[in-house]
């Protein structure tokens, strides 16, 4: 296999994605973007950035990997079938996401209340699944995460709609909105930089709302988690007379 080498980062062709294709797209979740790599080592038709074949003898350190080209070339392949499906996964989880908006504009609030309520019985997800398609489709449309940026996890992409402009801020000097980011490294950020309470002088009543909703969460598994130790304890207590 000839590699076929790259400096920019690799295109991918757009295909159409059955709706049994966009279901399995749906359940996909973090799966980590490999990144392009070059090399000379190999002969392959994939097309790579040159630190892919350090990234795989980093990872396959002392083990008989580094030097079979064969399997090298077989990780290459998929790498770039994987790269090539992710590409496809980001733009059919934005096709439905501006097509449940253009849906929001045809029908009054009240059907399309009624629509979201049937959400799982006319589409392939929940209707809380329809929210984070819309919520992305609008955040790439309004330019807040950058077409070519956006993750290929929706679920990723949804946690990045979910930052303030202080933390989208923050999140583009450490370079997190990219195609590759995780949900993890969003969800650290989110942790890290807490939204403030007051916005303009103002109380933001949502932001408070919605950690008393989750510590009222936290709260209630704690609970339970306590009921279940206090009832070892007794029967415990009770076997040893």
């Not at 359940?27 to 350090?54: G, K, Y």
């Not at 350190?61 to 499906?85: H, M, Y």
């Not at 009543?205 to 936290?218: A, D, G, M, P, V």
């Amino acid at each position: 296999m000839a590699i076929c080498k790259k400096k920019g980062p690799l295109m991918k062709n757009s295909r159409k994605i059955s709706k049994n294709a966009l279901s399995n797209i749906l359940n996909i979740e973090d799966l980590e973007e490999p990144a392009d790599t070059r090399s000379q080592m190999l002969t392959s038709q994939v097309v790579v950035e040159a630190d892919v074949i350090d990234i795989i003898r980093d990872i396959f350190d002392g083990t008989p990997v580094v030097t079979n080209d064969e399997k090298i070339s077989r990780i290459l392949s998929v790498r770039a079938e994987i790269r090539q499906n992710w590409g496809q996964a980001r733009d059919a989880f934005l096709a439905i996401g501006r097509a449940l908006l253009d849906l929001e504009t045809v029908l009054s609030k009240a059907e399309y209340m009624r629509l979201r309520s049937g959400s799982e019985r006319l589409f392939p997800f929940s209707d809380a699944t329809a929210t984070q398609l819309r919520h992305i489709a609008e955040a790439v449309d309004t330019g807040k995460i950058p077409l070519e940026l956006c993750p290929g996890s929706y679920g990723t992409a949804y946690q990045i709609t979910l930052l303030d402009e202080n933390q989208l801020n923050i999140a583009r000097e450490r370079g997190l909105i990219r195609p590759d980011v995780t949900r993890r490294e969003i969800l650290q950020l989110r942790k890290e930089i807490q939204k403030p309470y007051h916005i303009d002088g103002k109380l933001d009543s949502k932001t408070i709302n919605s950690e008393l909703k989750k510590l009222e969460r936290q709260e209630k598994k704690l609970e339970n988690e306590l009921t279940k130790v206090r009832q070892r304890m007794k029967e415990i207590t009770h076997i040893m007379g």
